[in-house]
């Protein structure tokens, strides 16, 4: 069955400690890359969308990349509010996507 | 600019029970999409209406049902609740006019408790 995977399932943060989280989607045929940010206990927020291998998009201290694989959420000097789960979610037409688990961010001032 | 509206927030039902979910997508969307939200799991896909009609289903067995309104709101039904079906239920809406993958709004969801 098609899968996304992402890594790692929680992440501990200093304040301006810059990391990267990881996407990966085992299907074929993928038509977008979806991110999104979900605070507890409410709905996914839409981030980004990306649509073929080599494409970035930025916002304020997030940028997204992807490749023929996997794609990248990297978080530029995260502050405490950039704490929350961020959720990878893969397209393959426009009726269904795939989410992955999401990664648990913490940024400790 | 109202967003995708859930009601209600909260839920408390009994085992074997019934339920009824309700949804009012974004202004401008005429398509619903209903996800099931385990705890510390990502959104898993039940199913999708367009047009008045459910147009793709996830794994989900025939007690989860659901209904799209001439006004697009929708409305996700569960027969005979088991203790599995706790779970966080979200609706999301999209808009068709752009190309596909058509992203979706979420609403907050409905946190159903099944005792």
């Known amino acids: 069955e098609d899968q996304v995977t992402q890594s790692p399932e929680a992440l501990r943060l200093q304040e301006g400690e810059s990391s990267s989280l990881n996407c990966s989607y085992t299907?074929?045929?993928?038509?977008?890359l979806f991110w999104y940010r979900q605070d507890p206990g409410k709905g996914p927020e839409f981030l980004f969308t990306?649509?073929?291998a080599g494409e970035e998009k930025e916002k304020e201290r997030l940028k997204a990349t992807l490749t023929k694989k996997e794609s990248f959420l990297h978080i530029t000097a995260p502050k405490p509010e950039d704490s929350a789960t961020y959720l990878c979610?893969?397209?393959?037409?426009?009726?269904?996507?795939?989410f992955g688990s999401g990664t648990k961010l913490n940024v400790k001032p | 600019d109202a967003g995708v509206t859930q009601s209600p927030t909260h839920l408390i039902k009994t085992r074997g029970q019934q339920v009824t979910l309700r949804c009012s997508p974004k202004?401008?969307?005429?398509?619903v999409s209903w996800y099931q939200q385990a705890l510390g799991q990502g959104p898993q896909f039940i199913f999708q209406?367009?047009?008045?009609?459910?147009?793709q289903r996830g794994n989900f067995p025939d007690r989860f049902s659901g209904h799209q309104f001439p006004n697009y709101s929708s409305e996700l039904n569960v027969n005979a609740l088991l203790l599995g079906d706790s779970a966080l239920y979200l609706c999301?809406?999209?808009?068709?006019?752009?190309?596909?993958?058509?992203?979706?709004?979420f609403g907050s969801g409905t946190r159903l408790t099944v005792v």
């Open positions: 999301a809406s999209s808009d068709r006019s752009g190309p596909p993958p058509y992203g979706y709004t």
């Open positions: 299907v074929s045929g993928l038509r977008g």
């Open positions: 990306l649509y073929s």
């Open positions: 979610a893969a397209g393959y037409n426009f009726n269904k996507f795939y």
């Open positions: 202004s401008g969307h005429d398509t």
């Open positions: 209406y367009y047009e008045e009609e459910e147009r």
